[in-house]
């Protein structure tokens, strides 16, 4: 019996510089099972004064992020900058991460056709309807994965739509240099007041722009302060009067938006939030693992220490742990 040389360890690339010294991120959220803290979920947020200033921060809120899904009202904005009409309901949807409801799907088929277009134009992944109900009843009407349920889509129609519009070319809607991706960069410097440091693909596989916190807080400040008639303020207008399709009967966003007149909410993937009130005041976070079960109660503690005072915030913070189908814990805000 012969033995062999062992096999030798592959030496592990060095840590990026930027994460050398870097200081560990405060707990924002704990998990708490049976009164035990089993987990902890760290992150980073801010909060702007009315007057823009920033009133408190936690963590690292000048680094970039990427804000995923709060990005949308930048994009929706630029399709009214690229001359495309929209209001209302569509305009809400535009800048929609919608749950896949009847009625989304119903409106983006509608969009669609106002329009000359079809579902085909649509470079959405196909998927399934964002929320777990509507998910559930979509499986067992036998319908499979569609990029018209895709949470996106009504983002993506009226970017066609504006594309269509101007004669720009279709296929490359979602490219970084496209006319169209140029004006949604454009707004997005000049809403959160910085520049953008990192490009990349967001999962819809729109051009996803790094924002840091502080710009994305203020970025949410500009569009409820703008001037009416504004891009801005009409998406803000549009979404704060459509909650519902932004994103959907059972979301935090539409609840957010329906108890507290004139504030304007966007969830993001990866645990991402931002949240302007009709006076100025704004806030944005992210959870750095991105875990969204903590969005509800680190949003309800933020506005409670804001001032805000409204039974919306109970239903926001409740998030519930169970074990054997009873409730025994739950994740709780822990700053």
């Given at each position: 019996m012969?033995?062999s040389?062992?096999t030798?360890?592959p030496?592990?690339?060095?840590?990026?510089?930027a994460s050398?010294?870097a200081?560990?991120?405060?707990?924002?959220?704990?998990?708490?099972?049976?009164?035990f803290?089993?987990?902890r979920?760290?992150?980073?947020?801010?909060?702007?004064?009315?007057?823009?200033?920033?009133?408190?921060?936690?963590?690292?809120?000048?680094?970039p992020v990427?804000?995923?899904?709060?990005n949308k009202?930048?994009q929706?904005?630029a399709?009214?900058?690229?001359?495309?009409?929209?209001?209302?309901?569509?305009?809400?949807?535009?800048?929609?991460s919608?749950?896949g409801?009847s009625?989304?799907?119903d409106?983006?088929?509608?969009?669609?056709?106002?329009h000359?277009?079809?579902p085909?134009?649509?470079?959405t992944?196909?998927?399934l309807?964002?929320?777990?109900?509507?998910a559930?009843s979509?499986?067992?009407?036998?319908?499979?994965?569609?990029?018209?349920?895709?949470?996106?889509s009504?983002?993506?129609?009226?970017?066609?739509?504006?594309a269509?519009?101007?004669?720009w070319?279709?296929?490359?809607?979602?490219?970084?240099?496209?006319?169209?991706?140029?004006?949604?960069a454009?707004g997005?410097?000049?809403?959160s007041?910085?520049?953008?440091?990192?490009?990349?693909t967001?999962?819809?596989?729109a051009?996803?722009?790094?924002?840091?916190?502080?710009?994305?807080?203020?970025?949410?400040?500009?569009f409820?302060?703008a001037?009416?008639g504004?891009?801005?303020?009409?998406?803000?207008?549009?979404?704060r009067?459509?909650p519902?399709?932004?994103?959907?009967?059972?979301?935090?966003d539409?609840?957010?938006m329906?108890?507290?007149?004139g504030?304007?909410?966007?969830?993001?993937?990866e645990?991402?939030?931002?949240?302007?009130?009709?006076d100025?005041?704004a806030l944005?976070?992210?959870?750095?693992?991105?875990a969204?079960?903590t969005?509800?109660?680190?949003?309800?503690?933020?506005?409670?220490?804001?001032?805000v005072?409204?039974?919306?915030?109970?239903?926001?913070?409740?998030?519930?742990?169970?074990?054997?189908?009873?409730?025994?814990?739950?994740?709780r805000?822990?700053?």
């Amino acid at each position: 019996m012969t033995s062999s040389s062992p096999t030798p360890i592959p030496e592990q690339a060095p840590a990026p510089e930027a994460s050398v010294g870097a200081p560990v991120p405060p707990v924002l959220a704990e998990v708490v099972r049976s009164g035990f803290v089993e987990g902890r979920h760290r992150g980073s947020l801010v909060v702007l004064a009315a007057d823009g200033s920033v009133e408190s921060a936690l963590g690292d809120v000048a680094a970039p992020v990427f804000p995923r899904s709060t990005n949308k009202p930048m994009q929706a904005a630029a399709v009214l900058r690229a001359g495309l009409e929209l209001s209302g309901e569509r305009l809400a949807l535009a800048a929609a991460s919608h749950s896949g409801e009847s009625f989304h799907l119903d409106l983006v088929r509608t969009m669609l056709a106002e329009h000359g277009l079809t579902p085909d134009h649509l470079q959405t992944p196909p998927d399934l309807p964002l929320d777990p109900e509507e998910a559930e009843s979509y499986l067992a009407s036998g319908r499979v994965r569609d990029r018209l349920a895709m949470n996106c889509s009504g983002k993506h129609t009226a970017m066609l739509a504006a594309a269509a519009r101007n004669g720009w070319p279709l296929a490359s809607y979602l490219d970084q240099d496209h006319p169209l991706q140029q004006l949604v960069a454009e707004g997005v410097r000049a809403a959160s007041g910085e520049e953008v440091a990192h490009v990349g693909t967001d999962g819809c596989g729109a051009p996803l722009l790094s924002l840091s916190l502080t710009g994305l807080a203020r970025a949410f400040r500009h569009f409820v302060l703008a001037d009416p008639g504004t891009p801005e303020r009409r998406v803000a207008d549009a979404m704060r009067a459509h909650p519902e399709y932004v994103a959907g009967t059972r979301r935090p966003d539409t609840w957010l938006m329906q108890a507290l007149p004139g504030t304007l909410s966007k969830m993001g993937a990866e645990a991402v939030q931002a949240v302007a009130l009709p006076d100025g005041r704004a806030l944005a976070f992210k959870i750095d693992d991105g875990a969204t079960r903590t969005l509800g109660p680190i949003l309800a503690r933020l506005l409670r220490r804001m001032g805000v005072d409204s039974p919306v915030l109970a239903r926001l913070e409740d998030a519930p742990l169970l074990g054997g189908g009873v409730r025994v814990g739950e994740i709780r805000a822990a700053f």
